[in-house]
């Protein structure tokens, strides 16, 4: 973006990057983000929001109304929380928490949602918003928890009941994609991730008499071999799925049958249809090798973040705002989907709405050096401040095109 865009949109950039640096240096885990959240409600109540705190724990919500405040009512959501990561950037603003690290770049997306959430309730103040409406800004905890995140967490506390919306937008930053373009595809974007803990029970005994023990090892070997038939056959090709072999755990000692076998497992989909094939067959391969091999199965299969669909309509609107904003040839409007996952999807699932991808660029860092294209969950990834205006600003527009329309 150039210097007279930003100034255009009456941006203060590097106020956005105060708050990013200072909250980089302070990463926050799930449901702890105290300092991060008391940052936002103190900035939101001094531009005239509604604040509502304490919702999912840490969770803020800004409301801002303006005209009669009885028209339409649109959502704009960001996240807080950082990851348990040790980072290794060398930066002046570097973490200063151990083991913990901004390394997915929420602290860019609080600092971008604030910088809109200031112009914004200047403009409603001066009555350069069109018409009347309402404004939620929700500013989310623990995205990084997996099934118990904090998506979830708001709903359960009646976060729409409490501030309804006509439609909801989330925005991340994505490595890789050049700054000032934005990507984003109507239907699903982003995949389901759910967990499962899986346990063989066999009869444990000694290395060199194993016809009086019931090995647990054998149908744990089975299990990770047909996993992948289950991807391969039971899955129509042209759909995606994901079943990755994180963990796998047996016996002490090299001499010795173990009694059990542990496998865990990440299973992906993104198609909420093929997300339920995947369960049942992994269900029946298991307790089919089990038997197989006189062995017990016991399964944990908890369900996680749901496939991220992005409705038709609101996808449509931010593709028009964006091509506005930046020119058609930075605006991706067919992206590939991601195997990655999203907590916005419960959002999405409870309100229609989009959540597009913003160009991080590459920005790799190696103890203070340039190091090349780096991905999120990286201890080398640094949110780039380049992309702060570009959010920024596609925030604002969202919102004015959202009520002149």
Known sequence: ???????????????????????????????????????????????????HSGIAVTGVVGVLQWGTGNGRRIGLRADMDAIPLQEMTGLPWASTVPGKMHGCGHDGHTAMLLGAARVLAERAR????????????????????GGGGGARRMLEEGLFERFPCDAIFGM???????????????????????????????????????????DPTLPAAATVLGLQSIVGRNVNPNRAAVVSVGRIAAGSAYNVIAERAEI??????????????????IRELVEHQARAYGCRSEIEYVRGYPVLL?????????????????????????????????????????????????????????????????MVHNPHYDFNDACLAVGA???IGLVEQYFQN
């Not at 106020?15 to 008391?38: C, D, N, V, Y």
């Not at 939620?136 to 928890?145: C, D, H, R, S, T």
């Not at 865990?264 to 094939?277: F, G, H, T, W």
């Open 1 to 51: 973006m150039s210097k007279q865009d930003v100034a255009a949109a009456g941006l203060d950039v590097e106020q956005m990057k105060s708050w990013r640096h200072a909250i980089h240096r302070q990463p926050e885990l799930g449901f702890e983000e105290h300092a991060t959240s008391a940052l936002v409600a103190e900035q939101l109540r001094a531009w005239g929001y509604a604040v």
């Open 126 to 145: 001066d009555g350069r918003l069109p018409g009347s409406g309402t404004l939620v800004l929700i500013f989310q905890p623990a995205e990084e928890l």
């Open 172 to 214: 991340h930053n994505f490595p890789g994609i050049a700054v000032g373009e934005v990507h984003v595809r109507p239907g699903a974007f982003m995949a389901s991730s759910d967990k499962v803990s899986i346990r063989f029970i066999g009869r444990g005994g000694h290395g060199g008499v194993p016809h009086l023990a019931v």
């Open 264 to 281: 865990e497992l990440s299973v992906r989909a993104l198609d909420p249809a093929v997300r339920d094939v995947l369960e049942q067959r």
């Open 310 to 374: 992005n409705a038709a309509a609101p996808t449509a609107f931010a593709v028009g705002v964006a091509r506005k904003l930046f020119g058609e040839d930075n605006v991706v409007a067919d992206a590939e989907p991601l195997t990655g996952s999203e907590d916005f999807a419960f959002l999405l699932e409870q309100v229609p709405g989009c959540y597009v991808l913003v160009g991080n660029g590459d920005n790799g860092h190696a103890d203070g050096r340039w190091a090349g294209g780096c």
């Open 393 to 395: 600003r596609l925030w």
